[in-house]
């Protein structure tokens, strides 16, 4: 709407001598006004030179086994310290390939439960994963996790543990050497043999 009263005061100061000099003070109270208004909203907006596009937000998988536990816990608080870690164990730990050659795709072993009375119904593991060439040893992997099972009392069962990496970009885990697996019990959660 200013710039419309600009316009018109601007054709009656060349048309119009007797009118000049009010229009021309008109002129510049209008130019004043539009840069007052201007000022007045870009205030609110923040000032930027150079637009940067947000950064990527990075999706993090949702863990349901680690939400399961925390829900069978909280029903039985007593099931995560029948069998102590002493009492549980792997064996005859060996890597199995992934899709890539020399990759490692999933770590198989046997879990027993040395418990006498107890049947195990949940592990937590730590699994390291080395690279050895020539006796020196790097290690290239580790995780930490749970997953469920269920051995008896003086039982083994085998079990699979997938290499899973930080995202979907993740390159698969290559050994250029010997793999040394170390894979060691972190947690259990157990109830009576034959009942909850």
């Known amino acids: ?41 870009k205030r609110g907006e923040p000032v930027a030179l150079v637009t940067a596009a947000p950064p990527p937000v990075e999706k993090k998988p949702v863990d349901f ?8 816990d909280k029903a039985d608080p007593e099931a995560k310290n029948r ?26 072993a046997r879990l027993y439960n040395d418990s006498a009375t107890y049947t195990l119904t949940d592990y937590g593991y730590d699994l390291v994963v080395q690279d ?22 003086n039982e083994a069962r085998d079990v699979q543990i997938e290499i899973r990496g930080g995202n979907a970009r993740d390159l698969p885990l290559k050994i250029l050497g010997t793999a040394n697996i170390l894979l060691t019990p972190a947690a259990t959660r157990a109830q009576l043999a034959g009942g909850p």
């Open 83 to 108: 069998i102590p870690l002493a009492e549980i164990r792997f064996d005859q730990i060996h890597a199995e390939p992934g899709a890539e050659r020399g990759s490692i795709g999933t770590i198989v």
């Open 65 to 72: 086994e680690r939400f399961r536990i925390e829900k069978l």
């Open 132 to 153: 050895c060439i020539r006796a020196v040893c790097t290690t290239v992997f580790d995780q930490h996790g749970q997953s469920a099972a269920s051995v008896p009392p």
């Open 1 to 41: 709407m200013l710039w419309i009263v600009v316009f018109i005061m601007v054709a009656l100061a060349f048309l119009s001598p007797k009118t000049r000099a009010f229009s021309l003070s008109a002129i510049a109270v209008a130019i004043v006004a539009i840069v007052g208004i201007v000022v007045f909203a």
